[in-house]
């Protein structure tokens, strides 16, 4: 119903901004609650940033708060992740998921499994 396309990746030095984007193509695009997740090689996946129906709400990694943004446009069906500041450790491949639903609550939206559909992922590195 919901795929997801990834792009914007690249390298990019510490200190350095980079906009990552997500284009959404289905039914219904404003209908899903959209998140972030990233996976560095040799580590778990882990949880970004969200962002509601309407993108009033938004949840944060604690190490990501006041460095990334991550916004959407539901009329162009994307989602975007602005990410400023940049460190090495932010270097992993990024992925943009979609969950159904207009709920919004951290437990729904910071747990992998709650995300019913997932993009190909973009990798993003970051030197020092």
């Known amino acids: 119903q919901v795929q997801l396309v990834e792009s914007g990746g690249g390298l990019v030095q510490a200190g350095g901004s980079l906009r990552l984007s997500c284009a959404a193509s289905g039914r219904t695009f404003s209908t899903y609650r959209m998140g972030w997740f990233r996976q560095a090689p040799g580590k778990e996946r882990e949880f970004v940033a969200a962002?509601?129906?309407?993108?009033?709400?938004?949840y944060y990694l604690d190490s990501v708060k006041g460095r990334f943004s991550i916004s959407r446009d539901n009329a162009k069906n994307a989602v975007y992740l602005q990410m400023n500041s940049l460190k090495p450790d932010d270097t992993a491949v990024y992925y943009c998921?979609?969950?159904?639903?207009?709920?919004?609550?951290?437990?729904?939206?910071?747990?992998?499994?709650?995300?019913?559909?997932w993009g190909q992922g973009t990798q993003v590195t970051v030197s020092s």
């Open positions: 998921a979609a969950a159904y639903g207009w709920v919004f609550s951290y437990d729904r939206v910071a747990t992998g499994d709650k995300y019913e559909y």
């Open positions: 962002i509601s129906l309407s993108g009033a709400n938004t």
